[in-house]
């Protein structure tokens, strides 16, 4: 997916465009970069990072859903939530889909990153991110490493790389767009997402996040 940063090319017109009641509207960015960056190559601090990078290479669609909620939930992460058993197994168990959760000293799963090699040439950083009590701690640039490396080795059928992206959005951590460019990701695309508010939906708990409110109709309960 690459779109230019291009207004000319927006369907939107400026100015206000109403959203339904029990619906979300999200700016969502794309980057990429198309080279290993420079810092990759230099040596990584270790010793200060009490963490473990374990790759689950055998995981059921109940296990993965827990950690998605865990880590996704404060930030609306929904998409794989509406996957049923079978759409969702067919993700996590193809082959050219690598999942890692990182693990605590004691062995906790605190964090996950999932990198999707099922486009030729290419490495999408699918999901990557904390449980609440692990962010702000400086781990994000300890996990972006592991990941980049894993990311530009090719996954499992080492096949060359020429593309690694990722994408966010404005119901994450406002911090995301800032850290991925630091990181050596380049905004290739911006687009507007409209969708049935997860919680609204019944694939998240209404009050899961703290940052977005749920709004609906007024007298209209959950579902």
Not at 81 to 87: G, K, N, R, S
Not at 93 to 109: F, H, L, S, W
């Amino acid at each position: 997916m690459a779109i230019a940063l291009d207004p000319a090319r927006s369907g939107l017109a400026h100015g206000f465009h109403p959203v339904a009641p029990g619906d979300l509207a999200a700016v969502v960015t794309a980057l990429e970069m198309t080279a290993p960056p420079a810092w990759l190559a230099r040596p990584g601090v270790e010793a200060d990072v009490p963490l473990h990078l374990v790759r689950w290479e055998a995981c059921t669609p109940d296990r993965y859903r827990l950690l998605y909620r865990r880590i996704g939930a404060p930030w609306l992460w929904w998409s794989r939530l509406a996957l049923d058993d079978a759409a969702l197994a067919a993700i996590i168990d193809d082959p050219a889909v690598e999942i890692y959760a990182v693990t605590d000293r004691a062995r906790v799963e605190i964090g996950m990153v999932e990198l999707d090699f099922r486009q030729a040439g290419a490495c999408e950083i699918a999901f990557f991110g904390f449980v609440a009590k692990a962010t702000g701690k400086g781990f994000g640039n300890w996990l972006m490493r592991r990941a980049l490396q894993r990311a530009w080795a090719g996954g499992a059928a080492r096949a060359p790389i020429s593309r690694v992206w990722v994408h966010t959005c404005t119901l994450d951590d406002p911090r995301a767009v800032g850290f991925y460019q630091r990181h050596g990701f380049v905004p290739t695309a911006r687009f507007v997402e409209v969708f049935r508010d997860p919680r609204a939906a019944g694939l998240l708990e209404p009050d899961s996040s703290a940052f977005h409110p749920l709004l609906q109709e007024s007298g209209s309960k959950v579902a």
